[in-house]
């Protein structure tokens, strides 16, 4: 997914964000956010609380819709599920294999997992994922790359610990993940970026990194030879 512009990602926050509208769709969304958005023709929505592909592709009939309506390509707005919200959703990434050639990544994190599971924390003493937490992380690996998306890592809460940041994203590299560029709340904007960035000049020599690039290219392409 290209980078959107500044009215585009916007767009996408209120998305997430908006009450607006009664009719409700997955993750919490209603079709009067899809309304909102889709005439700024977004590079794609984020889908928060997804359960399965079926939640995926109820989005996708509805962002259909909404790009007839405004003269936009048919399958042009991508999908990012956030898929590891609840215990109930680790048991759907299976089927998001057949979700469409919508789904654009599979992201994941523990914060509100942990609250659904009762937790007082998701990490270890030593900073590491607790085990429940480290299985979501994996299932989205596995879970995306089956679908011909990206697995996505979950953003790093703690922004003053850069070398913790560092460590986890070197993690995150070596297992095939790719890190989220955001910054956690109140961070400021790019406090983490510098650090990210280095990461990838520090895990990846140019040609791993084409070599990166070409295999999301062939996954993409065999999702959409799927459900052609």
């Known amino acids: ?7 585009r990602r916007a767009s996408s926050r209120s998305a997430q964000g908006s009450t607006c509208g009664s009719i409700p769709l997955p993750g919490g969304l209603t079709a ?18 997804c359960l399965d592909g ?23 707005t991508r999908i990012i599920a956030i898929a590891t919200e609840s215990a109930r959703a680790l048991f759907g990434f299976a089927s998001y294999r057949g979700a469409g050639g919508r789904l654009e990544g599979l992201a994941w994190g523990g914060e509100d997992l942990a609250a659904d599971l009762g937790a007082e ?15 979501a992380r994996t299932l989205t690996l ?47 904007s790019g406090h983490q970026r510098p650090i990210l960035h280095l990461v990838r000049g520090d895990c990846a020599g140019a040609g791993d990194r084409r070599r990166v690039r070409r295999r ?13």
């Open 1 to 7: 997914m290209s980078p959107p512009s500044s009215s």
């Open 32 to 49: 009067a956010d899809l309304d909102a958005v889709i005439p700024a023709a977004p590079d794609g929505v984020v889908l928060p609380k």
């Open 54 to 76: 079926a939640d995926v592709q109820r989005l996708g009939a509805n962002l259909a819709v909404r790009e007839a309506e405004h003269g936009l390509a048919d399958g042009s």
């Open 121 to 135: 924390t998701n990490r270890l003493p030593d900073g590491a994922y607790a085990a429940p937490y480290a299985l």
């Open 142 to 188: 596995v879970g995306a790359v089956a679908a011909g998306a990206r697995p996505i890592d979950a953003v790093y809460l703690n922004f003053r610990d850069l070398d913790g940041l560092r460590t986890e994203a070197l993690a995150a590299r070596r297992d095939g993940l790719r890190r989220q560029d955001g910054d956690p709340p109140g961070a400021g």
């Open 216 to 228: 999301a290219g062939r996954r993409r392409r065999r999702a959409r030879r799927r459900d052609a």
